[in-house]
């Protein structure tokens, strides 16, 4: 079975440039996670789609960041425009939603450097 | 919100010795508690994970544990080999399935 499929897997661009990030969740699977990973604050969790319906985005850092799920098997994580401090891998995961907790399933990431 | 701390940050053993990893969290209505492996360059990998009406769970050489009214978890695995070195990351449920996740342990096997 396809895991949750990242795109690209690293990304360089220069800071106020846009940057794209894509992901395809697990098939059936109806949550969405997007995560971002650096050293000094760990594994943060910045927005979250329940049947593609945005529930919580408190985690996006800044207005400059924005993320959409069009369909079920598609979202995508936008920033826009980019810093160097935006600089870190940023995981998508995806899950079933269920009464109680699910696990969540992880792409490999994409890394992001901003010169 | 869910608070959860993980202990310790690195840990060093000599292959077939034991590890344990332990984290606490905050909120007494989080019912799930899955542990994830970390490789360079992966994205998290779920390893093992325990839901509240279960005190201990094993999988081959790993296991883990949770003790409820002190809000604490661990992980410990046994036998352990060089391809057990990553960084193991541990995580406690909210809602709508999120997780919140410890600041993870490198742990490092020493041939």
């Known amino acids: 079975d396809a895991g949750v499929i990242q795109s690209p897997r690293h990304e360089v661009t220069e800071m106020g440039q846009e940057v794209t990030l894509r992901c395809k969740p697990i098939s059936g699977h109806n949550s969405l996670f997007w995560y971002r990973q650096t050293m000094m604050r760990g594994l943060e969790l910045l927005i979250y789609?329940?049947?593609?319906?945005?529930?919580?985005d408190s985690g996006m850092p800044e207005d400059r960041f924005s993320a959409k799920m069009p369909n079920a098997s598609f979202s995508t994580l936008k920033i826009q425009p980019s810093e160097p401090r935006d600089s870190a891998v940023y995981f998508c995961a995806s899950t079933t939603t269920g009464y109680q907790g699910q696990p969540q399933h992880f792409g490999d990431g994409t890394r992001l450097s901003i010169l | 919100g869910e608070n959860v701390e993980q202990h310790p940050s690195t840990l060093s053993v000599q292959e077939g010795d034991s590890a344990v990893i332990k984290c606490t969290y905050s909120d007494s209505a989080s019912n799930y508690f899955p542990w994830y492996k970390q490789e360079l360059g992966k994205g998290p990998q779920l390893i093992i994970d325990i839901r509240s009406n279960v005190g201990e769970k094993k999988d081959q050489r790993i296991a883990v544990t949770l003790n409820k009214t002190a809000k604490h978890f661990s992980l410990h695995i046994t036998e352990t080999q060089p391809e057990d070195s990553a960084v193991y990351f541990c995580a406690a449920s909210g809602r709508y399935s999120t997780l919140t996740f410890g600041k993870g342990t490198m742990l490092l096997v020493s041939p």
């Open positions: 789609f329940n049947n593609n319906v945005p529930i919580d």
